[in-house]
C-alpha cells in the first residue's frame, strides 16, 4: 500500500472537506492547517481538512502527523514518493467525505476565507455545482505576484478559454469548491497540474454547473514554488489540442488549403501572360497543398466527432452515478455489537 491515512472516519460527514497537497511545505502546514481551521470555525460549519503529503523529502510529514494526533478534523494522506499535484489531489478527493469538497494551495496565497464563501454559493445557488476563485475576473486581483509569473499565467489562461465553454476567466486556480457527487462521479487521471483542467472539462462535459467567485492572489510569503514553466505549458497546449482539436487542424487544413488556391492562382496569371513555365512544378505544389489542406481539414472533423463522443460517454456516466447514488443497498447486514467502524488505510 502506498499510501496511507492515520486519521478514523468520523460518524457523520462534515459540511466540508479540505483537501491541501503538501510538497516540503514544512514551513507553511502549521500555519495553513490552523488558519484554515479558523476561517471555517467562524462559520459554524463541521469540516474536515485532509493536507496530502506528496512524498515530500523535508520532515513535512512529521509536522503533519503531529497536527492530526491533536486534532481529529485533521486527517492526514500520506505516499513516498513524489507524483504531483494532480496525485497528491486525487489521493485527497478520494478520501473526503464532505458533502461539498473544497481544495486550496498550501502557501495561502488565497485567503481560506474564500472556502466558506465558495460553500455559501453553493448552498443558495442549488444549480451550481462547484465554485472557482479567480483573481481575472471583474473584483478580482493580484498581489506582489512576480510579473513573469503573472504573465505566463495571464497569457495561458486566455489560450485555455479557447479550449473550454463558457465565460470562465481563470481555469487553473486550484482554489474551488465542489458538490460531492460531482468530484464522485468523476475518474481522474492527471498526475500534474493539469488535472484542475481535466476536472473543469470532464464536469462541464457532465452537464455539471461552474460559477466564478472574484478573488486576491498574492504572492508566496515562505517556502519555494514549484512552478514549472515548461511542464505547465506543455500540458496547457496539448490539453486545448485534445480539448478544440479544430483549433490545430482547422488553422492547419485552412493555411495549406489557401497556399495552395495561391499557386493555382498564380498559375493562372503566368498563363494569361504566356509565361507559365510546363518544367516548373508549380501545379504538382498546387495539388499537393490543397489535398494537404484538405486533409488535414478532415483530420480535425474526426477528431471533433470523437470528442463529441467522449462527451456522450460522459454524460451517459453521470447519468449512471446518479443511478447509483439513489440505490437503496442490497444484502447489507446490521453491524454485530461490539464490531467497530475502522477505515480502511488507502493506498
Do not use: W
Amino acid at each position: 500500500m502506498e499510501g496511507r491515512e492515520i486519521r478514523q472516519p468520523e460518524a457523520q460527514p462534515p459540511d466540508i472537506s479540505v483537501i491541501i497537497p503538501m510538497y516540503n511545505e514544512r514551513e507553511n502546514a502549521s500555519d495553513t492547517i490552523r488558519r484554515v481551521a479558523a476561517a471555517i470555525e467562524q462559520s459554524g460549519r463541521t469540516y474536515e481538512i485532509i493536507p496530502v503529503n506528496d512524498g515530500s523529502s523535508d520532515d513535512t510529514l512529521s509536522i503533519l502527523n503531529t497536527i492530526a494526533d491533536s486534532n481529529t478534523r485533521v486527517r492526514v494522506v500520506s505516499y513516498g514518493r513524489n507524483g504531483g499535484r494532480g496525485k497528491a489531489l486525487r489521493y485527497g478527493l478520494r478520501s473526503a467525505r464532505g458533502r461539498y469538497i473544497a481544495t486550496i494551495d498550501a502557501d495561502l496565497s488565497y485567503d481560506p476565507g474564500y472556502i466558506v464563501e465558495m460553500a455559501g454559493v453553493l448552498d443558495e445557488e442549488h444549480d451550481i455545482d462547484m465554485v472557482l476563485a479567480s483573481p481575472y475576473m471583474k473584483g478580482g486581483r493580484t498581489e506582489g505576484v512576480p510579473r513573469d509569473r503573472l504573465f505566463i499565467s495571464r497569457l495561458g489562461n486566455r489560450i485555455l478559454q479557447l479550449a473550454i465553454p463558457g465565460e470562465l476567466h481563470t481555469l487553473t486556480c486550484i482554489v474551488r469548491c465542489y458538490r460531492n457527487e460531482v468530484i464522485k462521479s468523476l475518474d481522474l487521471e492527471s498526475d500534474g497540474k493539469e488535472i484542475h483542467l481535466e476536472i473543469l472539462s470532464k464536469a462541464m462535459a457532465m452537464g455539471y454547473r461552474v460559477k466564478e467567485i472574484p478573488a486576491v492572489l498574492t504572492s508566496r510569503k515562505k517556502g519555494s514554488s514549484k512552478f514549472a514553466f515548461r511542464a505547465t505549458a506543455l500540458s496547457h497546449i496539448v490539453f486545448t489540442v485534445f480539448e478544440r482539436p479544430s483549433l490545430l487542424f482547422g488553422f492547419l487544413g485552412l493555411i495549406l488549403t489557401l497556399i495552395g488556391f495561391g499557386f493555382g492562382i498564380y498559375i493562372i496569371a503566368l498563363y494569361s501572360v504566356e509565361a507559365l513555365n510546363p518544367n516548373r512544378p508549380l501545379i504538382t505544389l498546387m495539388i499537393l497543398f490543397i489535398l494537404g489542406g484538405m486533409q488535414i481539414l478532415s483530420f480535425g472533423f474526426l477528431a471533433s466527432q470523437i470528442n463529441y463522443l467522449r462527451r456522450d460517454v460522459l454524460l451517459s456516466r453521470k447519468a449512471i452515478s446518479r443511478i447509483l447514488e439513489h440505490r437503496p443497498e442490497q444484502n447489507e447486514s446490521p453491524p454485530s455489537e461490539g464490531s467497530s467502524l475502522s477505515e480502511k488505510k488507502s493506498a
